[in-house]
């Protein structure tokens, strides 16, 4: 049973930085595509960013300039987020699939086969 856990979230001041981190449990998804999605209270869930096997990324525009994903081995997935808004306060779900077609924004919820649980991410103003 493939399992992607998430790490890293927490509650900082707005303008702050966090590092988030995603680990498969297998190297499923090495020809595939890996990304980021959050949902905030009383919202839909959004795709955030995404990238496929050879290391393209794809970011959300309302992240651009403030998120970096990288992918440094075929299981492990990291978003880097810098100058943090109140509006970015959300759960965040790391998405993983075997393929790659639809490894690009606007990220789609029913490309993604595989969900982490889900981490919390707050910015205070």
């Known amino acids: 049973q493939v399992q992607l856990v998430e790490s890293g979230g927490g509650s900082v001041q707005a303008g702050g930085s966090l590092r988030l981190s995603c680990v498969a449990s297998v190297a499923t998804f090495r020809t595939g595509c890996m990304g980021w999605f959050r949902q905030a209270p009383g919202k839909e869930r959004e795709g955030v960013a995404a990238i496929d096997s050879d290391g393209s990324t794809s970011y959300a525009d309302y992240v651009k300039g403030r998120f970096t994903l990288s992918r440094v081995n075929a299981n492990t997935l990291y978003l880097q987020i810098h100058n943090l808004k109140p509006e970015d306060t959300a759960m965040y779900y790391c998405?993983?699939?075997?393929?790659?077609?639809?490894?690009?924004?606007?990220?789609?919820?029913?490309?993604?086969?595989?969900w982490g649980q889900g981490i919390q991410v707050t910015a205070s103003s």
């Open positions: 998405a993983a699939d075997r393929s790659f077609i639809n490894c690009y924004t606007p990220l789609r919820l029913t490309d993604f086969d595989y």
